[in-house]
């Protein structure tokens, strides 16, 4: 099935260390996002790409960094200079270049700083 | 800019009971407007969305919603609610095509009494 796999679903991180969020989709989408959700809050954009070998920087991408090697895949790493990075991270992609631009989402991974 | 309004935080319900989420939006031309639902802890699944035409849109789930430009709203409505139901909901607004990034409201939590 066509869809949006972000691994891992859940993942514990020590204090200074970098971790690397997964998101691959196969809905052959050209564009890609991250957001971050805080409990009881609402999406806020972290980097966005738009095409292979570029990307964009959302409200809050400090301490934050992706890559676009491939049309596939939007990884995202969590660097130490993330101030609070316990938090929900969620995956987008849509097409461009269409009229339709419906943001289509992954199921989310919850990244826990211990 | 453009924005997204979503007065209500919080919606209790009981189940059986008609429901009426708000959304408000503020911009210059005529927007995509999307609705989604998100289960606890998953990521955030489409609804419905209005890209022109027919200003009642259906959507899964016995979801509807309807566009009214003179009240710059699209309100979610559901004739009768089960308890599957209880999620957050968000709304956003959009423009067609390009690389215009929708943008979305705070969510609405709804709460659903047996």
């Known amino acids: 099935d066509g869809g949006i796999t972000q691994s891992p679903k859940y993942l514990f991180r020590k204090e200074g260390q970098n971790v690397t969020l997964s998101c691959e989709q196969n809905?052959?989408?050209?564009?890609m996002y991250w957001y971050r959700q805080d409990p009881g809050q609402g999406l806020r954009l972290i980097y966005y790409s738009q095409i292979v070998n570029d990307f964009q920087k959302g409200d809050i991408a400090e301490g934050y960094s992706v890559s676009r090697e491939k049309k596939e895949s939007f990884p995202l790493t969590v660097t130490s200079a993330q101030k609070n990075p316990t938090a929900f991270y969620l995956c987008?992609?849509?097409?461009?270049?269409?009229?339709?631009?419906?943001?289509?989402f992954g199921e989310g991974s919850w990244l826990t700083v211990v | 800019a453009q924005s997204v309004t979503q007065p209500d935080i919080h919606i209790t319900v009981s189940e059986g009971a008609s429901l009426e989420l708000r959304c408000n939006y503020s911009?210059?031309?005529?927007?995509?407007l999307f609705w989604y639902v998100q289960s606890p802890g998953q990521g955030l699944q489409l609804l419905l969305k209005?890209?022109?035409?027919?200003?009642l849109v259906q959507g899964i789930k016995g979801f509807e919603a309807e566009f009214k430009r003179s009240q710059s709203s699209f309100n979610l409505r559901k004739p009768s609610v089960h308890w599957s139901d209880a999620a957050e909901y968000f709304c956003?607004?959009?423009?067609?095509?390009?690389?215009?990034?929708?943008?979305f409201g705070r969510g609405t939590s709804l709460i659903v009494h047996p």
């Open positions: 809905l052959n989408h050209d564009a």
């Open positions: 911009y210059g031309a005529t927007p995509y």
């Open positions: 987008a992609s849509s097409m461009t270049g269409t009229l339709d631009n419906t943001i289509y």
């Open positions: 209005y890209f022109s035409g027919d200003t």
């Open positions: 956003a607004v959009g423009l067609s095509g390009g690389s215009y990034i929708p943008t």
